[in-house]
């Protein structure tokens, strides 16, 4: 009893704190693409970039057609399929009732309430994983990359599956572990590094059953999601993963900026590099994993298999920046290095967003072709390398590790 009380007040204290800027995220967010809600505005053909999204309606909404065959258009992830269908369903009802059109505004701000309470249970998770140190779940909540493009992606779903994952397996509970990664596998594929971290981990005293019962978990809960859609329609959901695969090196990535710079000719307009760095890498964080003298936390080896990830594929974008967010945020404990990095991709989002000629003009850009984003896009780049060096530092010391996930003394 005593213990549900302690709990109970950290939450009502904190939690209310968390909650606050959280909402507070949300409404910059919120307010910052207000413009592209205007009728008859002309913000999106302006400034396409800030009112980009893929949290739209789509044209059939209303039904419940395709629930199992990725939602009402059937361009979508399974698991996404299955909630735009009803949300496009409720907001139809809404709509009806309120007399007005399902993609004048109730379909959006439903999409903004739900995404909102991801973003708060993102954070929540966050909070809890971050044991004695609170502020790291604070820090989290006043991402900027969370008010820039949180809320225009269903990736946060992911993300706040990826990180329920982790907790759950910090706790001790692999098999809840395993079924969240499932689900989260079914919105994006990313949450499953968190599935070769276990591995790894397992490889390092050759112990495999706690992988072996998240690995259950996950097939169980992604072939629950998927099979229906595989069943249907396999031709269209196979056409999703065959599109993923074909996307072409794009915005700021190692690639780009490697082939902008002429170290490697010709690697920003093939992905030869692609897969051979990506397997280097988790071969590089494996062997990391294996022979540190002290057990490396999950978060960490996630974090640097998740790093590996995006540093090395195709494109890195905003959306990519959101994934990695909160096991920065774990993994470094470090609020100065995380203002930085997310000042930069706010600069770098501005550059998106701005014509051209507001670019500020660098003294260098005639000798050497660089322009404001191009420096931008390699700082990024450097940001991540970065992250990617100091937390292999931190594991080799056995740093932080014993932190997370601790909970408070009793």
């Known amino acids: 009893m005593d213990r549900m009380s302690r709990l109970g007040g950290r939450l009502g204290g904190h939690g209310l704190q968390l909650a606050g800027l959280c909402l507070y995220t949300v409404m910059v967010a919120y307010l910052l693409r207000l413009p592209c809600r205007v009728p008859g505005g002309a913000a999106a053909e302006q400034l396409p970039a800030l009112c980009a999204t893929e949290v739209t309606p789509a044209a059939t909404a209303g039904t419940l057609d395709g629930f199992f065959?990725?939602?009402?258009?059937?361009?979508?992830?399974?698991?996404?399929?299955?909630?735009?269908?009803?949300?496009?369903?409720?907001?139809?009802?809404?709509?009806?009732?309120?007399?007005?059109?399902?993609?004048?505004?109730?379909?959006?701000?439903?999409?903004?309430?739900?995404?909102?309470?991801?973003?708060?249970?993102?954070?929540?998770?966050?909070?809890?994983?971050?044991?004695?140190?609170?502020?790291?779940?604070?820090?989290?909540?006043?991402?900027?990359?969370?008010?820039?493009?949180?809320?225009?992606?269903?990736?946060?779903?992911?993300?706040?599956?990826?990180?329920?994952?982790?907790?759950?397996?910090?706790?001790?509970?692999?098999?809840?572990?395993?079924?969240?990664?499932?689900?989260?596998?079914?919105?994006?594929?990313?949450?499953?590094?968190v599935l070769l971290a276990v591995l790894f981990l397992a490889a390092r005293y050759r112990q495999f059953r706690d992988f072996a019962v998240v690995l259950a978990g996950t097939l169980a809960a992604w072939l629950l999601v998927n099979g229906p859609f595989m069943i249907a329609a396999w031709e269209q959901w196979l056409g999703r993963f065959r599109a993923a695969a074909d996307r072409p090196v794009a915005g700021s990535s190692l690639w780009s900026v490697w082939g902008r710079a002429d170290a490697v000719p010709g690697a920003a307009e093939t992905g030869q590099h692609v897969v051979l760095a990506l397997v280097l890498g988790c071969a590089a964080v494996l062997v990391l994993t294996l022979l540190t003298r002290q057990e490396p936390s999950v978060v960490q080896v996630a974090f640097l298999l998740l790093t590996v990830l995006v540093l090395t594929g195709p494109g890195y974008s905003l959306v990519h920046a959101l994934w990695l967010a909160p096991l920065v945020v774990l993994s470094r404990r470090n609020w100065i290095e995380f203002a930085a990095w997310q000042l930069v991709e706010v600069l770098w989002w501005t550059t998106l967003v701005l014509p051209e000629a507001a670019w500020p003009v660098l003294p260098w850009t005639g000798r050497t072709g660089w322009d404001a984003q191009d420096l931008l896009a390699a700082v990024r780049v450097l940001f991540l390398v970065w992250f990617l060096v100091v937390v292999a530092v931190d594991v080799l010391r056995g740093r932080r590790a014993m932190q997370i996930g601790v909970p408070e003394a009793e």
């Not at 006043?142 to 910090?170: C, E």
């Open 69 to 193: 065959t990725g939602g009402p258009a059937g361009d979508q992830p399974a698991l996404v399929g299955m909630i735009t269908t009803v949300l496009g369903w409720i907001a139809a009802r809404l709509s009806a009732l309120l007399g007005t059109d399902v993609g004048g505004g109730v379909f959006a701000n439903l999409s903004v309430v739900l995404l909102a309470l991801l973003w708060l249970a993102t954070v929540a998770v966050v909070s809890g994983l971050s044991g004695r140190r609170r502020a790291d779940a604070f820090v989290l909540a006043l991402a900027p990359v969370a008010a820039l493009v949180g809320f225009t992606t269903w990736d946060l779903w992911a993300v706040l599956l990826m990180v329920l994952a982790l907790l759950l397996h910090v706790r001790g509970r692999p098999g809840p572990a395993g079924v969240f990664l499932g689900l989260g596998a079914s919105v994006a594929l990313f949450p499953l590094v």
